[in-house]
């Protein structure tokens, strides 16, 4: 059997792990209440065993989705369709993460293009993450990147220093009251001749149905032009696609 050539970390690690492990309490009270109880008290514990069971089994479909080494390469494709990463010297790719992002984006570029990954690597959310294993998974797909620590809203770089940035499902994690700073430090690391890409879900604030517009208009409010768009369907969210854009500062 071969070995997988990435490990991505695992995603809400602890999240689906407490209610895996509530799940399996209730399943062996529901057991023990079955064996020990009368009538109306197992069929009580039917009904919670049947509920466990479900959450349950649905925590550890979570937990495994997608399973730690999948890329679904076609997302990155489609942004990488848009963008001008052939011609790039240095592309800044925030949110990147176990480096899922960077080996999806890694056959378009360059050779010899300068790659930074920037995260706030927090093991809190994804398990295993950190700058040396987006580095490894880099490394593994013919990259040299150099992972930075830090907040998207706070980058720590230096003014127009990326040909090209990249933000990939990472824009609707950011809070609300800092999203905005945060597509304004998009626009300011890069070039003003560059471009910067975003990835997103169809994920937004209360109240706003338009993601796509959405998320035009956050990049609009930084002043990044809109280019081009394009929607990259999702195998198991059928009619709800991630949406691609390529925006030039103004």
């Known amino acids: 059997m071969s070995v997988p050539p990435y490990f991505f970390g695992v995603y809400h690690w602890r999240e689906r792990l407490r209610r895996i492990a509530v799940s399996a309490l209730l399943l062996v009270a529901s057991v023990v209440g079955f064996r020990r109880g009368r009538r109306a008290v197992r069929a009580v514990a039917v009904v919670v065993a049947s509920g466990a069971l479900y959450r349950g089994g649905d925590a550890v479909r979570r937990l ?16 990488a369709s848009i963008l001008p990463l052939s011609d790039a010297d240095r592309v800044l790719d925030v949110g990147c993460g176990s480096g899922r992002s960077l080996v999806g984006l890694a056959p378009h570029l360059p050779d010899d293009c300068l790659v930074v990954g920037l995260d706030v690597f927090d093991d809190r959310v994804i398990l295993g993450n950190g700058p040396q294993l987006a580095r490894r998974n880099g490394a593994r797909a013919g990259i040299d990147a150099s992972p930075v620590a830090g907040d998207a809203s706070r980058l720590p770089l230096r003014d127009g220093a990326f040909d090209v940035v990249t933000a990939c499902r990472v824009a609707h994690d950011v809070p609300e009251d800092r999203r905005a700073a945060a597509f304004d430090e998009l626009r300011r690391v890069c070039a003003p001749d560059g471009a910067v890409g975003l990835l997103e879900l169809p994920i937004t604030p209360d109240g706003v149905t338009d993601y796509e517009a959405y998320w035009r208009r956050c990049l609009a409010d930084a002043g990044l032009r809109v280019e081009r768009l394009v929607r990259i369907e999702r195998p198991r969210r059928p009619g709800k696609p991630y949406v691609a854009i390529a925006a030039t500062p103004r």
């Open 64 to 79: 495994v989705s997608p399973v730690p080494w999948a890329l679904d390469r076609a997302k990155y494709d489609g942004l």
